[in-house]
T-cell receptor, first 115, second 112 residues
Framework: ETGVTQTPRHLVMGMTNKKSLKCEQH?????MYWYKQSAKKPLELMFV???????ENNSVPSRFSPECPNSSHLFLHLHTLQPEDSALYLC??????????????FGPGTRLTVL | KQEVTQIPAALSVPEGENLVLNCSFT??????LQWFRQDPGKGLTSLLL?????REQTSGRLNASLDKSSGRSTLYIAASQPGDSATYLC???????????FGAGTTVTVRA
């Protein structure tokens, strides 16, 4: 595997379910990100981890819970979601998050539908 | 708070025509500006990164310009092809920050 991978690619869940999204980066990067992409809206940054420490929790509801066990893996645990949480969830990684030439590499995303 | 706007939201052109995509941002204190491409239901792929000290960057048929003082960037795609059909997003990175502020994107359709 190369780049940034995400599983599952598609997820349908009820409002009372608990599920987790997984992201893995094979680039040796130091930072990982979760974004939410809703139709016709700009990407919203949800969480950032740099060297496995969370540096951003952008006013995200507590029904979303991130976990970063090491620099290569990032999880997003989901519970009691709402229909408006349906979106494409994108994971990204980068080498030097504060650097002026830093580029984020994105995974293919998980398409989440909440019924 | 940085606001990034992309106009138009959608664009349809015949194959071979040149594409011009616009991006504007409200705070000129930026590190860099990046252009990404996103295919339907997929992640983003970085196309070009322009540092704040640069005026333009080129890669193949793509050329991006940056006018930091006026808060504008333009992505030119020469001799468009059907394979260029995608959504193009611009994003700015502010000084001493890790965040990227994204525009909502311009969806391009190139008709064969």
């Amino acid at each position: 595997e190369t780049g940034v991978t995400q599983t599952p690619r598609h997820l349908v869940m009820g409002m009372t379910n608990k599920k987790s999204l997984k992201c893995e980066q094979h680039l040796g990067h130091n930072a990982m990100y979760w974004y939410k992409q809703s139709a016709k809206k700009p990407l919203e940054l949800m969480f950032v981890y740099s060297l496995e420490e969370r540096v951003e929790n952008n006013s995200v509801p507590s029904r979303f819970s991130p976990e970063c066990p090491n620099s290569s893996h990032l999880f997003l645990h989901l519970h009691t979601l709402q229909p408006e949480d349906s979106a494409l969830y994108l994971c990204a990684s980068s080498q030097d998050p504060y650097g002026g030439t830093d580029t984020q590499y994105f995974g293919p995303g998980t398409r989440l539908t909440v019924l | 708070k940085q606001e990034v706007t992309q106009i138009p939201a959608a664009l349809s052109v015949p194959e071979g025509e040149n594409l011009v995509l616009n991006c504007s941002f409200t705070d000129s204190a930026i590190y860099n500006l990046q252009w990404f491409r996103q295919d339907p239901g997929k992640g983003l792929t970085s196309l070009l990164l322009i540092q704040s000290s640069q005026r333009e960057q080129t890669s193949g048929r793509l050329n991006a310009s940056l006018d930091k003082s006026s808060g504008r960037s333009t992505l030119y795609i020469a001799a468009s092809q059907p394979g260029d059909s995608a959504t193009y997003l611009c994003a700015v990175k502010e000084l001493n920050d890790y965040k990227l502020s994204f525009g909502a994107g311009t969806t391009v359709t190139v008709r064969a």
